[in-house]
């Protein structure tokens, strides 16, 4: 006789093994502050400005791929583990199904950058999941993105990717300067570029006595405002000083930390002389914190802003 188990006794067991990992996952997350949600297909939608779908055929999907759910994304977490019970029914069902070898017809999902969402399926990609499949059949519908989303983005990503979005519609910056890449971990970051270039754009209006639209500024500003800064970063290696940062993250720092400097010791504070003071009293490092705590107050070292305040009161002699 054989000892193979029926195909409701097998759904049973891995219907009772997927709850089982789907609370001790949601404890997990809750103890490390880090979200286990599926994402809300219409919510990442409206946020990133994805286009409408466009039918792409069939293909076989990588199961890893698929982050979201149009309608079931309170159902499952975000390794499509059931969360509730009340379907519990349908996802014995095609455990059944899977066990039989029955073939079952495709899920069908919404491209949306390099993820998926399940429009029909959930429960299919739920259970193949569980069994270990990598790859599932799918119909496809793809939706057009001007910035890139990846599997391992969560809800707090997403503010920051539709900050993006809206900041590459109104500047247009990827068409008039293909391959430029601005990344951004600071939530509001993308508006803060954004109010930048609009100081920029009045700047040159008045310089130039016309006015400049948003996109002409916007130019403008990243070949003579935004890559100069940058290349004073690369310069000076102060990205190594802000681990898990930006070229993006420290631009605005910079430029912010420079507008403070030159308000309170005057209009000539270089790029240069910003950066360095910003990362003296800003840098995540301890060690950076206390060695520059000795230099200052036991070896006497002058800071930047000491120096410039040096440099203001020689120009106002010589005056």
Known sequence: ??????????????????????????????????????????????????????YR??????????????????????????????????????????????????????????????????HRVSVARELGREFIDAEVQECRVRVPLTPDMDPDDIEVIGEKA?????TRLDEARPGMSIELTIPGGYHLLLEHIEYHRY???????????TE???????????????????????????PGRTEGDLYI?????????????????????????FTEHFSPSRLKRFWHWITHHLLRRKTIEEELQERRAEQAEGR
Do not use: C
């Open 1 to 54: 006789m054989s000892s193979r188990p029926d195909a409701s006794a097998f759904a049973n067991d891995i219907y009772q093994r997927a709850r089982r990992k789907a609370f001790l996952r949601g404890v997990l997350s809750a103890l490390q502050g880090h979200s286990n949600e599926l994402l809300p297909y219409d919510e990442v939608r409206h946020k990133v400005r994805a286009g409408m779908p466009n």
């Open 57 to 122: 055929g069939m293909t076989s999907v990588p199961l890893d791929k698929i982050v979201g759910s149009v309608n079931r994304y309170r159902d499952f977490d975000r390794a499509f583990l059931p969360t509730q019970s009340e379907t519990s029914a349908r996802w014995r069902r095609i455990g059944e199904a899977y066990y039989s070898d029955i073939n079952l017809p495709p899920v069908t999902l919404y491209k949306v950058g390099e993820v998926y969402f399940v429009v029909d399926g959930n």
């Open 166 to 170: 809206n900041f590459l519609e109104t």
């Open 203 to 213: 700047m040159q209006s008045q310089e130039w006595k016309r006015e400049f639209s």
């Open 216 to 242: 002409e500024a916007a130019v403008h500003w990243y070949d003579k405002v935004y890559l100069p800064v940058v290349k004073v970063i690369r310069q000076s290696g102060v990205l190594n000083e802000f």
């Open 253 to 277: 720092w910079i430029i912010e930390h420079q507008y403070f400097l030159r308000e309170h010791l005057g209009p000539d504070v270089s790029t240069e002389e910003a950066a360095r003071s």
